[in-house]
């Protein structure tokens, strides 16, 4: 399974480099490591302008990102003709590598776009009891707030209900990003 560290947590700086890790970043020229790196750009679930978005994906490309993170993507299908023309225009730009994010199943539209899809974001307590409807073997799942005695078998949960990537992690996302300075979230793949 790919690893993938949401902004909130930072891996550790030993973390060896490999192919199966991407780092997202919140802002451009703020690169840390080594490893894949995708540039997040706030999707605001649809309602922020095209043209905002594209001088993001243009602010990435520059950078030298790998690719993008769609972040709080729209999941219905009145938000797949914006998401499909930031894709492609992505693409065109070099960055081909795209994770969108509702953090929920999507409209199955969105399949049809080529792009990997993370269907979970959410906190532990929550994916224990999720039933997983809407979800495809090979999604994303990005689990936070998990006790760290817990994290192995967050991981082996994540496994089970068949993500392709994503994270187990102790950090959480509503905790300042001043908390995690030095890299001090854990996590696993």
């Not at 451009?28 to 001088?55: F, K």
């Amino acid at each position: 399974m790919k690893t993938l560290f949401p902004p909130y947590a930072h891996p550790s700086p030993e973390l060896p480099l490999d192919g199966d890790t991407w780092i997202v970043r919140d802002l451009p020229g703020e690169r840390r490591s080594l490893h894949q790196s995708l540039g997040r750009i706030d999707l605001d679930w649809g309602s922020r302008s095209l043209a905002d978005v594209l001088a993001d994906v243009d602010a990435w490309r520059e950078d030298g990102a790998e690719g993008l993170f769609l972040d709080r993507a729209p999941a219905g299908s009145g938000g797949v003709g914006p998401v499909a023309l930031t894709i492609r225009l992505a693409a065109r730009r070099g960055l081909h590598r795209v994770v969108l994010n509702p953090g929920v199943p999507t409209h199955p539209l969105y399949r049809d776009l080529g792009v990997r899809i993370c269907t979970f974001e959410g906190p532990w307590e929550a994916y224990q009891s999720w039933d997983g409807d809407g979800v495809r073997p090979g999604d994303g799942h990005i689990v936070h707030g998990v006790p760290t005695a817990l994290l192995t078998a967050a991981r082996r949960l994540m496994g089970r209900r068949g993500a392709g990537f994503g994270l187990a992690t102790d950090a959480s996302p509503y905790i300042s990003a001043g908390s995690f300075a030095g890299g001090a979230g854990s996590g696993g793949s």
